[in-house]
């Protein structure tokens, strides 16, 4: 007999979603694609900025369509 393990529910709205997807890969971006610190910040820190206008952007050309 298998013991019960607690699941595990990480319940996120749509805002905490994106955020969390373009933090993510905005940090694999910069690893992959630059070399030197302080230009893999930069460069994470600028994807990370274009995930989110860009996903807020969708959202919001969107938002007419869902009422």
Do not use: C, D
């Not at 990480?10 to 993510?24: D, E, G, R």
């Amino acid at each position: 007999m298998m013991a019960h393990l607690p699941s595990i529910a990480l319940k996120l709205s749509h805002l905490q979603a994106l955020v969390l997807f373009a933090l993510v890969i905005a940090i694999a971006f910069g690893f992959l694609g630059r070399r030197q610190p302080i230009e893999r910040l930069k460069y994470i820190l600028w994807t990370l900025l274009l995930f989110l206008l860009i996903g807020v952007g969708i959202g919001w050309a969107m938002y007419p369509f869902s009422h």
